[in-house]
């Protein structure tokens, strides 16, 4: 089965420093790996997608992911952090096997305190 | 842009009641889901719904059920609501299967409180 893994409950960092939420991921197959962001009392937003190619891959409000196959993580980055950027953070993985295909499955959830 | 709206953003429901919670997206996706968010579990996925009248278990469907009569149209229930219920209910949707790298769209959730 599919599962990705957050091992951060709380991610703390200072205004215009660079940041870094972890994601590990466990698939059967190729992974299609996804972040997302949560602000309060609110659904979850899409920022970037891995699907193939480069590595790195960029998303809205400045984020970019690097993907890495040999330690199956898919790390959630960026280079200097906005007070604005405090939320809860969520990495997912599509299913696309058979019977599952099209489920998606989160990871619990990073919240990111970013302090002025 | 695509749009998912829950009608309801905040409930407060007595224990035993029959609950709806309705969801309604705006293109044409096959897809649509509903999700339970909790502190330090994430999202788990209670139904999911492929197409017009069909419907999928997910991971905790126990004490939930799902109707999708339009397939613009998702509705979750809980027949006789249970104060472990008290939650974050978000949905969601996608469009067909063809491309893989297609996300999944979630509604403002629904929070529903229950006494």
């Known amino acids: 089965a599919q599962s990705v893994a957050q091992p951060e409950d709380q991610v703390n960092v200072a205004e215009g420093n660079p940041l870094t939420v972890k994601c590990t991921y466990s698939?059967?197959?190729?992974?299609?790996l996804f972040w997302y962001v949560q602000y309060p009392n609110r659904g979850l937003q899409f920022l970037l997608k891995?699907?193939?190619?480069?590595?790195l891959v960029k998303g809205s409000y400045g984020f970019e992911a690097e993907f890495n196959k040999s330690q199956t993580s898919f790390h959630l980055k960026k280079p200097s952090a906005l007070v604005s950027d405090s939320a809860l953070y969520f990495c997912a993985v599509r299913d696309i096997g058979g019977y599952n295909f099209n489920k998606f499955y989160f990871g619990s959830g990073t919240k990111l305190n970013v302090k002025p | 842009d695509v749009k998912v709206t829950q009608s309801s953003r905040y409930l407060v429901k007595r224990t035993g009641e029959k609950v709806f919670l309705e969801c309604v997206q705006d293109?044409?996706?096959?897809?649509m889901f509903w999700y339970r968010q909790d502190p330090g579990l994430g999202l788990r996925l209670i139904y999911f719904s492929y197409d017009v009248k069909m419907k999928e278990k997910g991971d905790i469907p126990e004490g939930y059920s799902v109707s999708r009569e339009k397939k613009e149209r998702f509705s979750l229930i809980l027949e006789s609501a249970s104060t472990n219920q008290t939650s974050m209910y978000l949905c969601?949707?996608?469009?067909?299967?063809?491309?893989?790298?297609?996300?999944?769209?979630f509604g403002e959730g629904s929070w529903l409180t229950v006494v």
């Open positions: 698939v059967s197959g190729n992974p299609y």
């Open positions: 293109m044409d996706h096959e897809n």
């Open positions: 969601a949707s996608t469009p067909p299967d063809r491309y893989i790298g297609n996300t999944i769209y």
């Open positions: 891995y699907i193939t190619g480069d590595n």
